[in-house]
């Protein structure tokens, strides 16, 4: 499986941003897919995840509310829409795959393959 992450960029507090992560090679209807994000010299963090198939949906606390994760399964694709953009939100932003659906979904252990990670800088 291979993953193509896009849509970072430098946005003002209270702006938006959509990022994209394209999956290409097997997929299964047993993915879970997840976005993390790293910020400088501080460890990855979830952000959120969704199951391939149904409509399960899991958010970390900080975003909830204002993130929604979606997917275009025709597209292979996942989606993060960030909204209410706060600096705080700067970060390098991963998306990820676990292949089994299973495991703790916050842990980016559990996650078999790895995007290569887009910058979203937010500025004051």
């Known amino acids: 499986v291979q993953l193509q992450a896009s849509g970072g960029g430098l946005v003002q507090a209270g702006g938006s941003l959509r990022l994209s992560c394209a999956a290409s090679g097997r997929t299964f209807s047993s993915y879970v897919m997840g976005w993390f994000r790293q910020a400088d010299g501080k460890e990855r963090k979830f952000v959120a995840a969704?199951?391939?198939?149904?409509?399960?949906?899991y958010y970390d606390v900080a975003v909830k509310g204002r993130f929604t994760i979606s997917r275009d399964n025709a597209k292979n694709t996942v989606y993060l829409q960030m909204n209410s953009l706060k600096p705080e939100d700067t970060a390098v932003y991963y998306c990820?795959?676990?292949?089994?659906?299973?495991?703790?979904?916050?842990?980016?252990?559990?996650?078999?393959?790895w995007g290569q990670g887009t910058l979203v800088t937010v500025s004051s």
């Open positions: 969704i199951r391939w198939s149904g409509s399960n949906k």
């Open positions: 990820a795959v676990n292949q089994s659906g299973l495991g703790v979904l916050e842990n980016p252990q559990t996650y078999d393959y």
